[in-house]
T-cell receptor, first 114, second 115 residues
Framework: EADIYQTPRYLVIGTGKKITLECSQT?????MYWYQQDPGMELHLIHY???????EKGDLSSESTVSRIRTEHFPLTLESARPSHTSQYLC?????????????FGNGTRLTVT | AQTVTQSQPEMSVQEAETVTLSCTYD???????LFWYKQPPSRQMILVIR??????QNATENRFSVNFQKAAKSFSLKISDSQLGDTAMYFC????????????FGKGTKLTVNP
């Protein structure tokens, strides 16, 4: 099993609240990713990082922000949650060197904004 | 831009039977990798099998094998001797060397294995 952890697993929160979704990995991977997935749908990349102090936006525009201060930690923040942010958020990581290496995924955070 | 197409939103198969999930992709890259990921209900996404585009031989992992047709840009997954635990969403994914090395996913196929 991959050592990548996401908390919380489920979150129900009211509109306008600030939230941070946590993602940590213990594998020393340089590359980390955040994907957004609506139920039963495909995954869309919203953020990625090559390493410490490196963050980039993904293909799907998102109002969320990320930071990468430590290799093992890649939190995602929503300053003001809205119902349109309701979705599942999956964090993933991979080692550097070759794209043949698979991504390891966390269990995901299912976010509901009321 | 790379795209991945899975044309079968849902499939079902009887236990112990064989099922094939389809996937096609579009890219102008020559160096890339293809993956099948499995996402069981409310559980972690895990890698099933991967294929390097430069290898002609089809990848095999126990009951899982692929039919990789590079010219046709096709990458189907065959599951033999289906088991109840194979019930899951299956995502075909594509990754190129260099840059973000992000995974580009298809929309997924929901597979149900019936007893």
């Amino acid at each position: 099993e991959a050592d990548i952890y996401q908390t919380p697993r489920y979150l129900v929160i009211g509109t306008g609240k600030k939230i941070t979704l946590e993602c940590s990995q213990t594998m020393g991977h340089d590359k980390m990713y955040w994907y957004q997935q609506d139920p039963g749908m495909e995954l869309h990349l919203i953020h990625y990082s090559y390493g410490v102090n490196s963050t980039e936006k993904g293909d799907l525009s998102s109002e969320s922000t990320v930071s990468r201060i430590r290799t093992e930690h890649f939190p995602l923040t929503l300053e003001s949650a809205r119902p349109s942010h309701t979705s599942q958020y999956l964090c993933a990581s991979s080692a550097s060197g070759t794209a043949a290496l698979p991504l390891h995924f966390g269990n995901g955070t299912r976010l509901t904004v009321t | 831009a790379q795209t991945v197409t899975q044309s079968q939103p849902e499939m079902s198969v009887q236990e112990a039977e064989t099922v094939t999930l389809s996937c096609t992709y579009d890219t102008s890259e020559s160096n890339y990798y293809l993956f099948w990921y499995k996402q069981p209900p409310s559980r972690q996404m895990i890698l099933v099998i991967r294929q390097e585009a430069y290898k002609q031989q089809n990848a095999t992992e126990n009951r899982f094998s692929v039919n990789f047709q590079k010219a046709a840009k096709s990458f189907s997954l065959k599951i033999s001797d289906s088991q109840l635990g194979d019930t899951a969403m299956y995502f075909c994914a594509f990754r190129t060397q260099g840059g973000s090395e992000k995974l580009v996913f298809g929309k997924g196929t929901k597979l149900t294995v019936n007893p």
